[in-house]
Nanobody, 122 residues
Framework: QLQLVESGGGLVQPGGSLRLSCAAS????????IGWFRQAPGKEREGVSCIRTSGDSTNYADSVKGRFTISRDNAKNTVYLQMNSLKPEDTAVYYC???????????????WGQGTRVTVSS
């Protein structure tokens, strides 16, 4: 019953921007922390960012600090990841995940979206 759907991925040039969305259904997003993760071919899934229920606490992986911004709009049951100054190494499938608390560890999350692909290339 609890579903997350990512959208907004695509092909962008280095230095470009994308905004990813994570829309929730079957539950009220207010009660959940949301994490963004990404996985590139041949690599383990890594935490990118997370946001707590109130939105007053966020964290970012060192690799994206200063470039990515996570936010939430509880009225729309949606969490966003604004991605600026994109680099080729940002290429990956991006997933959002929900759980009771914010964590950078994938196994702490119970609910996952299907992923949206981001490709950064000239």
């Amino acid at each position: 019953q609890l579903q997350l759907v990512e959208s907004g991925g695509g092909l962008v040039q280095p230095g470009g921007s994308l905004r990813l969305s994570c829309a929730a259904s079957g539950f009220t997003l207010d009660y959940y922390a949301i994490g963004w993760f990404r996985q590139a071919p041949g690599k383990e899934r890594e935490g990118v960012s997370c946001i707590r229920t109130s939105g007053d606490s966020t964290n970012y992986a060192d690799s994206v600090k200063g470039r990515f911004t996570i936010s939430r709009d509880n009225a729309k049951n949606t969490v966003y990841l604004q991605m600026n100054s994109l680099k080729p190494e940002d290429t990956a499938v991006y997933y959002c995940a929900a759980d009771w608390a914010c964590s950078s560890w994938p196994n702490e999350y119970n609910y996952w979206g299907q992923g949206t692909r981001v490709t950064v290339s000239s």
